[in-house]
């Protein structure tokens, strides 16, 4: 029935359309193109029904991108949205050819399955070659349409080019150090927000910061590792590795951030519903932690009052630790199980603070 449906005479614009659909059902673009290729060279297709239905395949395979943007951020529903309307663009330039002028179309052979395959290659290379001249009218269309420069969380653009000089290299990592330390801090607030409220969205707001996190790790890593091998000098090298040292603190410090996630899994998993005195304790681990972050990203700290800061945080820990043990000796208060090892990875998420206050400071040698 399909291939009786196919082989009829159909307007361009319901060719389309079936083109669109079946792609659209099989999830594979190729695969309604290579039935159109064959069903042309077999005689069964006419090449006016089966260039529609090869345009239609274009619009088609956007579909499965606009499925799997549904959750995700604001950037990913821009380049699916872009996927879709450059396809649509596309048919929509050469669908007036095809219905008036198809036979102008330099096609380039008189056997039918070739001269498919040739305008799908021109439909392609000119769709493109047009979208590359409106590319800055095409993107200024796509911020309009859903918020321009709108995202679910600010990106850190790194400045970091291989060819550039190493003062210009060292000047941007250092720039972006202060805001990578600010971003986990970010993460951080965010993933103890999250265990206080119990709110979805804020925690897959968290998530998807520390996937991006788990990224510009990746990239930094990377660049390091390459950048090195290009210093000039001993001066050079020790200059990088104590910049590259910094930022591994603040790497750690993201691993115990993620750690903190185990701890919102465990309570989703396991039903878990905070009480109020738990909810209390949360709440202020979160803040000891956070006033640390605080005070080692502001431009006044002085080592005795950052000192007093950490044993005031020491103090608390232990005093929460207490309670939390307490609570846990009544079964019926697994939610303060739940939290315990929110306090262990505050510990080390403390730890980690210290130390790159002090290398940051110069008094640990990396």
Request: charged share 20%.
């Amino acid at each position: 029935r399909l291939i009786e449906f196919l082989t009829k005479a159909h307007n361009p614009l319901l060719g389309v359309l079936v083109g669109a659909v079946i792609t659209a059902i099989v999830q594979s673009s190729s695969v309604t193109t290579g039935l159109a290729i064959i069903f042309t060279q077999q005689g069964l297709m006419s090449l006016d029904n089966a260039i529609p239905i090869l345009m239609g395949s274009n619009l088609g395979t956007t579909v499965t991108a606009l499925i799997s943007i549904i959750s995700m951020d604001i950037a990913a529903k821009k380049t699916a949205l872009a996927h879709f309307l450059f396809n649509l663009g596309g048919v929509l330039i050469f669908l007036p050819i095809v219905i008036f002028w198809r036979e102008h179309l330099p096609l380039m052979s008189d056997i039918p399955a070739i001269a498919l395959a040739n305008f799908h290659l021109i439909f392609n290379v000119t769709t493109s070659f047009i979208f590359v001249i409106f590319l800055n009218p095409f993107t200024a269309l796509i911020d309009r349409m859903l918020g321009e420069g709108k995202m679910d969380f600010e990106r850190i653009a790194l400045g970091l080019k291989e060819e550039s000089e190493f003062s210009e290299i060292e000047e941007n990592l250092m720039d972006d150090l202060e805001k990578t330390f600010q971003f986990v801090q970010e993460n951080y607030n965010l993933i103890t927000l999250s265990i206080e409220t119990n709110y979805k969205g804020i925690y897959e707001a968290a998530k998807k910061r520390i996937e991006y996190m788990d990224f510009l790790k990746a990239e930094l890593l990377g660049f390091f590792s390459k950048f090195i091998s290009k210093c000039n000098n001993e001066e050079e090298i020790d200059r990088i590795v104590n910049i590259m040292a910094m930022y591994e603190y603040i790497f750690q410090m993201h691993d115990s951030v993620k750690d903190i996630t185990s701890v919102k899994v465990s309570m989703d998993n396991n039903y878990v519903e905070l009480k109020s005195d738990v909810l209390m304790i949360v709440r202020e681990i979160a803040s000891s932690t956070l006033s640390v972050f605080d005070y080692i990203s502001s431009d006044s700290q002085k080592d005795k009052d950052l000192k007093k800061v950490s044993q005031d945080f020491q103090r608390n820990l232990e005093g929460f630790g207490k309670k939390v043990f307490t609570l846990m000796a009544k079964p019926e208060r697994n939610d303060a199980g739940a939290i315990m090892h929110l306090l262990t990875y505050s510990q080390r998420l403390k730890d980690k603070l210290m130390n790159y206050y002090h290398l940051r400071e110069g008094r640990i040698v990396p």
